[in-house]
């Protein structure tokens, strides 16, 4: 039983440690891939369906390895999150974005351009200062920057927040709340923090059109408490004609999903929306 028992402590101890080494590893990955500029945006257009025209872009983040592999962010944003890489990687990431958009960008017309922020990039003004700084730089031409967070992390000091966030307000940075209606939330954020705009996730979208769907009525509750507290919605992960109609019928013209367009790559992005 003796020998059982220690075989097992054993096991444990080397799991722990193989765990921690692996872990170890990926943050040194990353740290390098920070430095090598490995952490490139994708761009997802948000259409209005009702012109047919872009207004405005989510920027995803991916990571491209030196072997040109390009790792989806599912696989390394939850880790970079929990191991306090995120912020870093988003500063390495814009960087990107800006030269991008400083090359290319100003032949796209104004757009928004959505960034997504974790709590901790509104715990002190160096986002603030980075996006003021590059407002008047003139970097990003006509397009405005617009946050995006979601209830998924809580905010700590939620006063705190929303001063930095009264910051961003006052130089026409606005935020949307990402992943409407799967945080447990409730909504608190939304008073709270002065959000502008819903965006209501996959998930909802999915059950457009199924027989008998509670999350359909969840979807057009959402939808009218939108309407109610005069926010803006975006649909996200549209995919069908059918999606498209019923939201339009609920008023609801923001899409973003590959009905329309997959995130792209700079280069596809900038060729595709480009104004001639
Ligand atoms: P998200 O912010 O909710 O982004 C939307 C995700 O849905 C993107 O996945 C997008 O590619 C995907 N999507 C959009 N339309 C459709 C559709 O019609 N069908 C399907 N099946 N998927 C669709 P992606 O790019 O893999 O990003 C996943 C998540 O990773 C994001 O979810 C976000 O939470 C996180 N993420 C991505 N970039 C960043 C970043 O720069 N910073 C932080 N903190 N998180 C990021
Ligand atoms: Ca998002
Ligand atoms: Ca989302
Ligand atoms: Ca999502």
């Known amino acids: 039983r003796a020998l059982i028992s220690f075989l097992i402590a054993l096991a ?63 696989q390394f944003i939850p880790f970079a999150e929990s191991a306090g890489l995120i912020v870093d990687m988003t ?14 960008g100003q032949q796209v017309s104004p757009l928004f351009i959505s960034i997504n922020i974790v709590p901790e990039h509104l715990e002190d003004d160096k986002l603030y200062q980075y996006i003021k700084s590059l407002k008047e730089s003139g970097k990003l031409g006509k397009h405005r920057v617009s946050l995006e967070i979601t209830e998924r992390q809580p905010i700590t000091d939620l006063v705190k927040a929303r001063e930095m966030l009264d910051n961003f307000y006052s130089i026409g940075v606005d935020l949307k709340l990402d992943d409407a209606g799967m945080g447990y939330g409730g909504f608190s954020y939304v008073q709270k923090l002065g959000i502008s705009t819903l965006k209501i996730d996959k998930a909802f979208i999915d059950t457009i059109g199924v027989k008998d769907n509670f999350n359909e009525k969840t979807l057009d509750a959402i939808i009218s408490f ?41 280069k596809t992005f900038f060729t595709t929306y480009h104004n001639s």
Do not use: C, H
């Open 12 to 74: 444990f101890t080397v799991a722990f440690w193989y765990r921690k080494q692996s872990q170890g590893s990926t943050r040194a990955n990353i740290k390098k891939g920070i430095k090598n500029k490995e952490f490139i945006p994708f761009y997802q257009p948000v259409i209005n369906s009702q012109s047919n025209e872009i207004v405005g872009v989510e920027v995803l983040m991916r990571w491209r390895q030196f072997n040109g592999d390009l790792i989806p962010p599912n």
């Open 91 to 104: 500063y390495s990431m814009l960087n990107v974005m800006v030269d991008e958009m400083e090359i290319t």
């Open 226 to 266: 939108a309407k109610k507290s005069g926010l803006s919605v975006i649909a996200e992960g549209v995919e069908t004609e059918s999606q498209v109609n019923y939201l339009s019928q609920q008023g609801v013209d923001l899409i973003q999903g590959y009905f329309f367009s997959k995130p792209l790559d700079s």
